[in-house]
């Protein structure tokens, strides 16, 4: 988002096991909540959770793309792809990452999740993103989706999503943010 928007900022990777962030600093001072997103505007004013960051930081430049104005009904329409999005998709696979859940959960969890998967490609069978044009909601979801591997999800289990992810992935803000994660590990 930041580089969509073009927007100055600092990347400081947080140890989500350790709560201390790259340079040293307790992340739980910064975000009691112990967990990232975080975003500190220079004044020392945090800002956490994924959809309230990324819609303040589309309407820190009016007229951009990624967002459609606050008060309209298609920003209502955003708020609720980001919401399903983070109740649905992030909080649904976050578990699945968890060691000591049981295999029996985990399955339980993994079958809720691919009923949400399903959704979703059948949304973007018609239109290449979530609101029809690239947009915060495309940002998110490239983000969540991009953890399945991890958990042994195939995303090609879903092709709509698998060239929904390459699209995004073509995008050259993608490419430099993912370089400069991959940078910064």
Same mark, same amino acid.
């Given at each position: 988002? *930041?580089r969509?928007?073009? *927007? ?67 920003r ?15 909080s649904?696979?976050?578990? *699945? ?17 691919f ?24 940002c ?20 709509? *999503? ?24």
């Open positions: 988002m *930041l969509e928007l073009n *927007l100055p900022f600092e990347l400081i990777r947080v140890d989500n096991k350790t709560k201390r962030t790259a340079n040293g600093v307790d992340f739980l001072t910064i975000n009691p909540k112990g967990y990232v997103a975080a975003l500190m505007l220079d004044n020392g004013n945090v800002l956490t959770e994924g959809p309230a960051i990324v819609q303040y930081l589309a309407d820190l430049v009016p007229g951009n793309a990624l967002a459609p104005a606050n008060g309209t009904w298609e209502v329409r955003l708020q609720e792809w980001l919401n399903f999005i983070s109740s649905e998709i992030h649904g696979s976050a578990p *699945l990452f968890n060691a000591d859940i049981a295999q029996g959960t985990k399955a339980i969890l993994r079958e809720k999740l009923k949400r998967l399903d959704y979703l490609s059948q949304s973007l069978e018609q239109q290449d993103y979530l609101m029809g044009s690239f947009g915060l909601a495309d998110y979801l490239f983000t969540v989706l991009g953890w399945l591997p991890s958990l042994h999800i195939e995303i090609e289990d879903w092709p709509i *999503l698998a060239s929904f992810m390459a699209r995004i992935r073509a995008r050259p803000s993608v490419g430099v943010a993912m370089a400069a994660e991959a940078a910064a590990s």
